[in-house]
């Protein structure tokens, strides 16, 4: 039999990410497994750091955690009847998802995508695609609603 002990659930704060959240809520109440809530800020990794413009924004990144921790605060507030912990990461997106989910041991991931196809999908790539590609465990991804 199959156990889902901790389920981890990376969440953009998207309608496609709440959607997933729901999904994951769900499972988590019906296993009586963990969900742990995810959300990785990108590394500062454009033209503010390159023209040393980042020092002339020293509390950004304070801004960017603080309005993150509340918005996952708000999305664990509103879910019933489930074991819900946080985390707030930094760095590349399906990195710190893939390393999440192995340091927590997690069995499952709920993630939604966004279904970029064609060239937007060839130039942003996709992180649930990466996630899918690279995990240990189950990946299950959630599509937006048309």
Same mark, same amino acid.
């Given at each position: 039999?199959?156990?889902?002990?901790?389920?981890?659930?990376?969440?953009?704060?998207?309608?496609?990410?709440?959607?997933?959240?729901?999904?994951?809520?769900?499972?988590?109440?019906?296993?009586?497994?963990?969900?742990?809530?995810?959300?990785?800020?990108?590394?500062?990794?454009?033209?503010?750091?390159?023209?040393?413009? &980042?020092? *002339?924004?020293?509390?950004?990144?304070?801004?960017?955690?603080?309005?993150?921790?509340?918005? =996952? #605060?708000?999305? !664990? @507030?509103?879910? &019933?009847? *489930?074991?819900?912990?946080?985390?707030?990461?930094?760095?590349?997106?399906?990195?710190?998802? =893939? #390393?999440?989910? !192995? @340091?927590?041991? &997690?069995?499952?991931?709920?993630?939604?995508?966004?279904?970029?196809?064609?060239?937007?999908?060839?130039? =942003?790539?996709?992180?649930?695609?990466?996630?899918?590609?690279?995990?240990?465990?189950?990946?299950?991804?959630?599509?937006?609603?048309?």
């Amino acid at each position: 039999m199959i156990q889902i002990r901790r389920i981890v659930c990376p969440t953009d704060f998207s309608p496609t990410a709440a959607r997933a959240v729901d999904y994951a809520a769900e499972m988590a109440r019906s296993f009586g497994a963990e969900l742990t809530l995810l959300h990785v800020i990108p590394e500062m990794n454009y033209p503010l750091r390159s023209f040393g413009m &980042a020092s *002339a924004f020293p509390h950004l990144r304070e801004e960017l955690h603080q309005r993150a921790a509340d918005e =996952l #605060a708000a999305v !664990k @507030a509103k879910i &019933a009847g *489930a074991r819900v912990d946080t985390l707030l990461r930094d760095g590349e997106a399906h990195e710190q998802v =893939l #390393a999440t989910t !192995k @340091a927590l041991g &997690a069995d499952l991931i709920v993630m939604g995508t966004h279904g970029h196809t064609g060239l937007k999908h060839a130039l =942003l790539g996709s992180t649930a695609e990466k996630v899918v590609r690279l995990s240990d465990c189950p990946v299950l991804t959630v599509r937006t609603q048309n």
